[in-house]
């Protein structure tokens, strides 16, 4: 993977800072990809207006700001918000970055929510970065260790043995285990998985239980990102780091045990996005 080699310059070149790196690009697409199948007709067309001129649609530019970190340095620490060795998150102890405060991907939700609201009223900030920096770091967030150790950059200078194959824990849950699952059970192809994982969402009903979670954060993108935080530090101790020592090697047993999580997390952001980025904030700002 061209990323996975990315993420190597990466963490040669920038040795002192956190390199969480989100999903792998299978990740993200599948994330846009199903939300964008939810996508009010409406709500569509908001998105087709902000979307970059050459982008086929909204998965297709999904990992940009991955793709941007390496120019854009600032945009780094966006990416996640890690604790200081504890399985809860608080966002005035967390939310920070280099001393800086409110930067971390919990702020950046918060950011690029309210940059989409002034979409009607002349736009201070360019609303094409805005909604694909949002869509990322929305699936950002879900993935566990984006909200981990600060000590260990949420797994990723745990050195394990993916099988046969040295990687690290981090990299394991952005994508390890995603294409190992790909591969098993949809022939390596990115779009059967999303398929398959949007039938999950609309015959086990997730999407309408949670839309009635969100409506429980209050329609509220800071309090759903901050709740999300929550979850994700919580799915990292009691799976992600949970048993494992460096140099291990992790397989079958942790593929069994972890693979339907990271399933979950990529509906929960994909129907995120779907019921709350798209339909209510970008929709009802497409109402000029
Ligand atoms: C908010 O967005 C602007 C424009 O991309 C960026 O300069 C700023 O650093 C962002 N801050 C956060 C916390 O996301
Ligand atoms: C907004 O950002 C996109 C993506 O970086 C870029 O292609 C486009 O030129 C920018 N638009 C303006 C008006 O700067
Ligand atoms: C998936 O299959 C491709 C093509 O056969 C292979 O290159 C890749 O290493 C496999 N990945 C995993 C995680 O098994």
Redesign the pocket.
Known sequence: MGLMIFVCVFLCVLASAPTSNGWGPEGHYMVCKIAESYLTSNARKAVGELLPKDAIDLASVCSWPDEIRKQQK?STT?HFVNTPGVCNFDYNRDCHSNGVK??CVV??IK??TE?LETYQHSPT?NLT?ALMFLAHFVGDIHQPLHCGFAADYGGNIIPVNWYDVKTNLHRVWDDNMVQKKMNDSFYGDLITMAKELKMEIDSQDYYAQKVNEWKACGNDAFACAKKFASESIELACALAYKNVQPDCTLGDYYFTTRISTVEERIIYASSYQASFTAQQNIQQYSRR
């Open positions: 600032w966006l409110d930067f702020a950046a950011n690029y940059q900030y970065e």
